[in-house]
């Protein structure tokens, strides 16, 4: 299983947010950092064929996505930043509505459903309101339905954003049991997270790939003479040493 983007570009207007971009992914945790306009977002949605590229090429498993439309969207789950969850709904009602969105019908979209709430430990409260539920509880409500289908490559945009420490642990530990045998592409700023989880990390910058590799190359990377601190360096240090931010 392979996810290349190839020579990816994007503007708006006369900002160039990606620019002659490529990447190669195999199953495992990808965890992307940059700042704010580093194109992270941007690179998800052409993955998800949310906004139209403007050259370049985005080919799964040998086969150009846009060729494949509803059969690549088959394999794709995406979590968004954003917490877009009718809070009036219960969680059962909402995946529901999400399944039927991405097409499931009858038996097949009732056995997602149970099979989804049951991964991401929400079966006991599935007939309870999303409105009052906790943060960790609402983020894994939008893991499960990202989860439908059983898909080959995930998208996660900020999972832990907003969480108090021990539930943000409990989401990427989640996550990382949910890697096994799945193309999965971490955007977060919490580098912590990343740095826990991820097989490899992709540094980003003003729309370009500075590096890509494991964590603990990206951190043997940074030279002796760069000291800032007195201890041990770590993925925060690879993000100030190669971003400059």
């Known amino acids: 299983m392979e996810l290349e983007l190839k020579n990816l570009t994007k503007t708006y207007g006369k900002l160039t947010a990606l620019n002659n971009f490529s990447a190669v992914f195999t199953p495992g945790i990808y965890g992307i950092l940059g700042a704010n306009g580093a194109g992270k977002s941007t ?3 052409l993955i998800t064929d949310n906004i139209k590229r403007d050259s370049g090429s985005i080919i799964f498993d040998g086969e150009e996505i846009l060729q494949m439309g509803d059969r690549f969207r088959s394999v794709l789950g995406y979590m968004p930043q954003q917490q877009g969850i009718y809070e009036h709904m219960t969680a059962e009602s909402f995946v529901t509505y999400i399944g039927r969105l991405k097409g499931l019908r009858g038996k097949a979209l009732s056995s997602e459903v149970n099979s989804v709430l049951e991964l991401t430990n929400l079966d006991n ?3 309870k309101k999303v409105g009052g539920f906790s943060g960790g509880m609402k983020q894994r409500v939008l893991l499960a339905q990202a989860l439908l289908g059983d ?12 969480l108090d420490p021990r539930e943000r642990v409990r989401i990427r ?3 990382k049991e949910l890697a096994k045998n799945r193309i999965v592409l971490l955007a977060t700023h919490i580098v912590s997270d990343i740095e826990s989880i991820a097989d490899e990390v992709l540094l980003m910058k003003k729309g370009q790939l500075l590096r890509m590799d494991p ?3 990206l951190i043997a990377a940074i030279p002796d003479t760069w000291t800032p ?11 100030l040493y190669f971003l400059g931010e």
Do not use: Q, S, W
Not at 229 to 239: G, M, P, Q, T
């Open 151 to 162: 898909p080959k490559v995930l998208i996660l945009d900020e999972p832990t954003a907003g």
């Open 125 to 127: 409260v599935r007939h």
């Open 173 to 175: 530990n989640f996550i």
């Open 229 to 239: 601190v007195a201890f041990r360096l770590n993925l925060e240090d690879v993000y």
């Open 215 to 217: 964590p603990a190359e």
């Open 43 to 45: 690179m998800m949605n």
